[in-house]
């Protein structure tokens, strides 16, 4: 069975800084592309930040050089460090994967990132 938790959620004030750590199982996370997505209210879903198994990174404009994605396979983590916090950047986010067969999607339920002005 796949899960996908994420936490490191929460309050913060416009220029501060959150973590995010998304902890996965039944996968086999060292061949996966993982990936960040966020949702702000009234609005969908949208790529943050994406890191295949091999390390590359891709990053949406409104965070590249704000944010970082990193994995550590040992640990079976993703990581997403979010530096200058804007309220924009307002909204639940998901860490994500695809099964490497069938194409199925994987979702984690999410964490809540709210940024005060």
């Known amino acids: 069975q796949v899960q996908l938790v994420e936490s490191g959620g929460g309050l913060v004030q416009a220029g501060g800084s959150l973590r995010l750590s998304c902890a996965t199982s039944?996968?086999?996370?060292?061949?996966?592309?993982m990936g960040w997505y966020r949702q702000a209210p009234g609005k969908q879903r949208e790529l943050a930040a994406t890191?295949?198994?091999?390390?590359?990174?891709n990053y949406a404009d409104s965070v590249k050089g704000r944010f970082t994605i990193s994995r550590d396979n040992a640990k079976n983590r993703v990581y997403l460090q979010m530096n200058s916090l804007k309220p924009e950047d307002t909204a639940v986010y998901f860490c994500h994967t695809v099964a490497l067969w069938g194409g199925r999607e994987y979702w984690g339920q999410g964490t809540q990132v709210t940024v005060s002005s």
């Open positions: 890191i295949s198994s091999g390390g590359s990174t």
């Open positions: 039944g996968i086999t996370f060292s061949l996966n592309q």
